[in-house]
């Protein structure tokens, strides 16, 4: 039986969790404390307000400062350049590291270069230095400072860039305003001919959005060569195969070889045995986008399942399908310990309502009499998105130290989080405790659906919280099962205003984030890793997270044409490894979904700011605890076998007396 680790469901009782010591954040160079300079950002485009501030700090500085360096009592002697860790570590040896070009990455190649530009930073005022735009990232350097200031920024990061023209003493000077993904606004500004800056503006906008102006992603550019094949992290064959499947009850079905039946599936699933392919057909035509419920995880006692499908098409005529009560009717006995089916809803009951009304609608006790309909009461991509904006308003650049808790609370982020760990703590009791199958939809079934079964999945299967079993998770439940990658985050597209964008992904990231939090122990990952997908999420360095689905991705060719996100982590696997990490093998863990026990993670959205960072090198403080780690489990491996050896030469010593086995050692370090 499994053994279930956590301090209680949804807020209940248990102990406070212990906390684990909060590793560096990661991220670009960013300048140490200094002054700051009022200002409001939004998270898709500079407010008016924001643009007229931003024209007047230009003209006041830009003559004064554009052709010369700042001086070095301006940076406050705690400055610190913090580089990208995946950008340094793909870069070691490179000779170009202390010159002002930027260093390149295979493949990469320089788009144009401006001397003598501006990056006005909102904690350390104005620097000069060298600015260059290649076809991969923005590189912006300043020699004269001890240690040399760096910004690397890659394009993919970029949400919009807006330019400021301003007066200056009568000279024309250019202001840019960089909106990012990222939770951070970049602005520049310089003085240079017509040509020269229409040159690095045009270069900045073409390369930032290549697909919006006729060029490829940088992925299909990139040539690092990586000793592990990170495509081959997860099979679906191999996947249902350590899962149990197929078995009497289940198959593997391939009718969708050909992404006929739902293009936003991938080619191969799980369903029920029993079901014929006619019958698949019809269920398909009545489920949205054709996303049928398929297995996304089974219990390898009980056999309850976690099945993901879109909403049914109801519409507000009621319309009903037999094949689809039938279907559902199969899942539920599949699994002989119940009698009962639970559809989480993750949708709010007045929006699936709403959805009844345009054509789409939800499961009706009627027409499924077995079947019990919960509602999780989450709220759609519009209100995250809103809500990444507010909460990038109050972290970058000023934080207003004396509201910050009530201004957290009021872009309900917080919230937000906490519903998305009680709706899938919900579906990990159902399945462990209650032994019951559970199908889970939002309205399409590639968001919400996405989040949730995920993290249930990672609450019932230790497979998943390990490194490699993680990625493979994402590979199945995010990439193969279609969560719409390039439309949420819009990777290479310059319309920023698009209504399809939102950081769904990042939520995600975040549950598993809070989850570390409370189980310090029972990750193999650490928080770089999980701060490292996401700069990639974002990024177009690989090719892990492009396009919307597996049939796209199989047109572009990606797995032959880019290099694999994972390939650059399992190729240095101790640089994402948690060193207190305790394999707790079939132990269920249950969040307390409290915002008691919530918080933000600052290393991840205010990492930008240096007041915020910690003072000690938490990062390169726990790889060392990892090698102090394998160190003593060497010991300990080494005393066991020098016991075992003794324990024969004593029973062969003895010869016919009784013999007398050494119990074996058995440490968790």
Known sequence: MERRLGPGLEGGGGGVARRPVRPAGLGGAAPAAGSRQPSVETLDSPTGSHVEWCKQLIAATISSQISGSVPSDSVSRDYRVYKRPDIRALRD????????????????????????????????????????????????????????????????????????????????SCGIEIVCKDMRNLRLAYKQEEQSRLEIFENLVTQAFPLSNGLPLFAFSYKEKCPVNGWK????????????????SWKISKINSTYELCDTYPA????????????????????????????????????????????????PNDKRCKEDEKYLQTIMDANAQSHKLIIFDARQNSVAVTN?????????????????????????????????????????????EARWLSNVDSTHWLEYIRMLLAGAVRIADKIESGKTSVVVHCSDGWDRTAQLTSLAMLMLDSYYRTIKGFEALIEKEWISFGHRFAMRVGHGVDDHADADRSPIFLQFLDC?????????????FNELFLITILDHLYSCLFGTFLYNCEQERLKEEINTKTVSLWSYINSQLDEFTNPFYVNYENHVLYPVASLNHLELWVNYYVRWNPRMRPQMPIHQNLKELLAIRAELQKKVEDLQREAATRSISSSSDRGSSPSHSATPVRTSV
């Open 93 to 172: 040896g490179n000779k170009l590291a202390q010159m002002e070009e930027a260093p390149l990455f295979p493949g990469e190649s320089i788009k144009a270069i401006a001397k003598d530009v501006m990056y006005i930073c909102p904690f350390m005022g104005a620097v000069s230095g060298t600015l260059t735009v290649t076809d991969f990232k923005m590189y912006f350097k300043n020699v004269e400072r001890d240690p040399h200031f760096v910004l690397d920024v890659p394009l993919g990061v970029i949400s919009r860039v807006e330019k400021i023209g301003v007066q200056s003493h009568g000279d024309n």
């Open 268 to 315: 191969v699933f799980v369903v029920p045995t029993s079901v014929k392919d006619d019958d698949l057909s019809k269920v398909a035509a009545f489920r949205a986008k054709g996303r049928i419920p398929v297995l996304s995880w089974i219990h390898p006692e009980s056999q309850a399942t976690i099945m993901r499908c879109s909403q049914p098409l109801v519409g």
């Open 512 to 524: 598993v984030w809070q989850m570390t939090k409370q189980f310090p122990a029972a990750f193999e």
């Open 356 to 400: 009844k009304a345009k054509g789409g609608g939800y499961e009706s006790e009627s027409a499924y009499p077995n079947a019990e309909l919960v509602f999780l009461e989450i709220h759609n991509i519009h209100v995250m998105r809103e809500s990444l904006r507010k909460l990038k308003e109050i972290v970058y650049p000023v934080i207003d």
């Open 233 to 248: 992290v997860y099979d679906p064959m191999v996947e249902y195969k350590r899962q149990g499947l197929p078995n009497e």
